[in-house]
């Protein structure tokens, strides 16, 4: 135990900057795969083509790739100087709202389409039908995939200890670089797992609760 209570002030901080890159970047996931979701089934071509071409090319080049373009590729670009923490939740953010985008998609297509040519006849504009007719029957319909796309999110936050972001998965390089601090690296990374093994378990407590209480909302 002496690689916890020995580091106390890492373990604080790496626990705090994963957290912080995980729901930052789900708040950004969230709201940006809402409106690429919202894109995607637009009447409007234009729409569909903008929504269509970000997924297809954000989410077929690697997380990593992607991680690259905004810590080293950002700072050449000229615009205001952000942290490499910034950056990071900037990169997985955008990166995970093409999956909460397809998976809304997939939630959308169970409503039936009736409800929406319902609303469209009493005279609703699209941005209505979609925020008080359909979004909020499609949520109920896709939270066991949609609680996939943020546990996997969870867990791409481990990319973000390659560029300089002090998260959990950079203990272990941290802890073996200092010479005065206890434990072995095979003890950090085995600690490091039991975390994240109970931060899922506590996102998969909070699916069953929300299964179950929109299952009885309908």
């Known amino acids: 135990m002496d690689v916890i209570f020995g580091n106390l002030d890492l373990w604080g901080k790496a626990i705090g900057n994963t957290l912080l890159v995980f729901f930052i970047g789900g708040i ?15 009447p409007i071509p234009i729409a569909r083509g903008v929504g269509t071409l970000y997924v297809n090319i954000v989410r077929n080049t690697p997380l990593t790739l992607v991680f690259f373009f905004f810590v080293f590729g950002y700072p050449q670009l000229g615009l205001p100087d952000l942290s490499n923490t910034v950056l990071g939740i900037l990169a997985i953010g955008i990166y995970t709202a093409t999956y909460v985008a397809e998976v809304l998609r997939a939630g ?31 949520f109920r319909s896709v939270v066991p995939p949609m609680m996939s796309v943020f546990i996997a999110l969870l867990k791409n936050t481990t990319v973000a200890a390659g560029f300089s972001i002090a998260e959990l998965a950079a203990l272990r390089s941290t802890i073996n670089d200092s010479a005065d601090r206890p434990g072995n690296p095979m003890e950090v990374l085995l600690w490091v797992a039991v975390v994240f093994v109970v931060l899922v378990l506590l996102m998969s407590w909070l699916q069953r609760h929300l299964e179950n209480r929109w299952r009885i909302a309908r």
């Open 28 to 42: 950004i996931a969230l709201v940006l795969g809402m409106i690429v979701g919202a894109m995607r089934v637009s």
């Open 108 to 138: 959308i297509n169970t409503v039936p389409v009736g409800q929406a040519e319902a609303a469209r006849a009493i005279g609703l504009p699209f941005g209505q039908v979609m925020t008080l007719v359909i979004l909020p029957q499609a």
